[in-house]
Structure formats: structure tokens, C-alpha cells
T-cell receptor, first 114, second 115 residues
Framework: KAGVTQTPRYLIKTRGQQVTLSCSPI?????VSWYQQTPGQGLQFLFE???????NKGNFPGRFSGRQFSNSRSEMNVSTLELGDSALYLC?????????????FGPGTRLTVL | SQKIEQNSEALNIQEGKTATLTCNYT??????LQWYRQDPGRGPVFLLL?????KEKRKERLKVTFDTTLKQSLFHITASQPADSATYLC??????????????FGKGTHLIIQP
């Protein structure tokens, strides 16, 4: 069974630009969660999608948004990039809710904002 | 707000010994607690999940305990090997009464097993 895939793996953008990251969950998984990981803050929850609906949202500004398609693939978008958005963005999928189900993480997208 | 604390300093253990990692939390009563392993440049990998009504859980050389009175989980690796060297993260379910809030992760403990 193929694992969670994320594209692109690396991305360099400049301040003010926007970016879209993509995540393909494991086949059959309906829940997709996104996390931001930085050395200072660690792994922080961005949002979770289930059956094309955002079910939960972390404490991030509205510049961070996402969506999920009918095939469970998910995208996240960050608009008006700031230097502080430089981070590893991780996507994780699970069968149902991530709270009591094992989450399978992708390799992440390393975003650098210059 | 929920707060999870893991030893931020690296933990150095001699090969063959038992490594014990600590996860403390405050302002919360999680129904579940999970442990993940993360290697450099990779996403976390799920290891174990323990429920609030479970005191202990084992998987091969791994053992997790969950003390809801102390608000603490201990993660043990017995007969440690250099290949066990990694960062270990604990995560709590984010249910706060008004709905699930996603998993809340600690910042992780970097474990180094020395040959």
C-alpha cells in the first residue's frame, strides 16, 4: 500500500507570494490533517479535513487555508507569505478521526520564504 | 490552554540499557495519548496509542504508561540499540469539551543511543 505523498518536497518563495501544497493520503483514508513544524514551536496543528469538510482548525491566521477533494486528496494554501512561514509542512492521513487512530505522515514539504 | 512538556535536552543512553522518556501535560484530561518517532528529514511515525483507562501498553521492546493522576506518560525502550536514536514525540487528543481540536504534540525528546 502506497504511503502518504506530498508535493513538492521543497519550495522557495518570497515574501508576499502565495503557495499551494498538495497531499495524497493512503488509499481508503478519509481524514487528512496538516501540521506546521518549526524548531521553535515544534509540530503545530493547522487543520483537519474529513469527507471534503474542514472538521477542525488550529490557531493559525486566515492566510492558511485548505480543502479536500472527493478522492480525499488535500491541498493547503498560504497567501501573502511571511518570513515566519518558513517551515516543514506535514500532511497526515488516518482512517477516521486522528484523535484515536494511527496517523500516517508524509515526508513533508520544506518551505523557505525569502 | 493545553500544555505538553517533554525533556528538551537530548537524552544519552548506553546501548543495551533502558531509555525512559517523559511526557507531562497540564490543563487537560486527554482521552488518548500517542507516541511517535521522527527521524531527521522525515515525517513522524506512529508507535503506540494508550487510552486514559489503560495504565500500560507494550509493543515489542516498547512500553508506555499513562498516569492520569500525575498527568504524565512514560515511554520506555528496553535493550536500546543505536538504531533507536531519533526524536520521540508525544501527542494528546485535542478534545476540549466543545469538539475535537486535532492532536497537540510535544516538542519531542532527542534520544541518542551510544554504542
Amino acid at each position: 500500500k502506497a504511503g502518504v505523498t506530498q508535493t513538492p518536497r521543497y519550495l522557495i518563495k518570497t515574501r508576499g507570494q502565495q503557495v499551494t501544497l498538495s497531499c495524497s493520503p493512503i488509499s481508503g483514508h478519509r481524514s487528512v490533517s496538516w501540521y506546521q513544524q518549526t524548531p521553535g514551536q515544534g509540530l503545530q496543528f493547522l487543520f483537519e479535513y474529513f469527507s471534503e469538510t474542514q472538521r477542525n482548525k488550529g490557531n493559525f491566521p486566515g492566510r492558511f487555508s485548505g480543502r479536500q477533494f472527493s478522492n480525499s486528496r488535500s491541498e493547503m494554501n498560504v497567501s501573502t507569505l511571511e518570513l515566519g512561514d518558513s517551515a516543514l509542512y506535514l500532511c497526515a492521513s488516518s482512517l477516521e478521526t486522528p484523535d484515536w487512530n494511527e496517523q500516517f505522515f508524509g515526508p513533508g514539504t520544506r518551505l523557505t520564504v525569502l | 490552554s493545553q500544555k505538553i512538556e517533554q525533556n528538551s535536552e537530548a537524552l544519552n543512553i548506553q546501548e543495551g540499557k533502558t531509555a525512559t522518556l517523559t511526557c507531562n501535560y497540564t490543563n487537560y484530561s486527554p482521552a488518548y495519548l500517542q507516541w511517535y518517532r521522527q527521524d531527521p528529514g522525515r515525517g513522524p511515525v506512529f508507535l503506540l496509542l494508550i487510552r486514559e483507562n489503560e495504565k500500560e501498553k507494550r509493543k515489542e521492546r516498547l512500553k508506555v504508561t499513562f498516569d492520569t493522576t500525575l498527568k504524565q506518560s512514560l515511554f520506555h525502550i528496553t535493550a536500546s540499540q543505536p538504531a533507536d536514536s531519533a526524536t520521540y514525540l508525544c501527542a494528546l487528543d485535542g478534545y476540549s469539551g466543545g469538539g475535537a481540536d486535532g492532536l497537540t504534540f510535544g516538542k519531542g525528546t532527542h534520544l541518542i543511543i551510544q554504542p
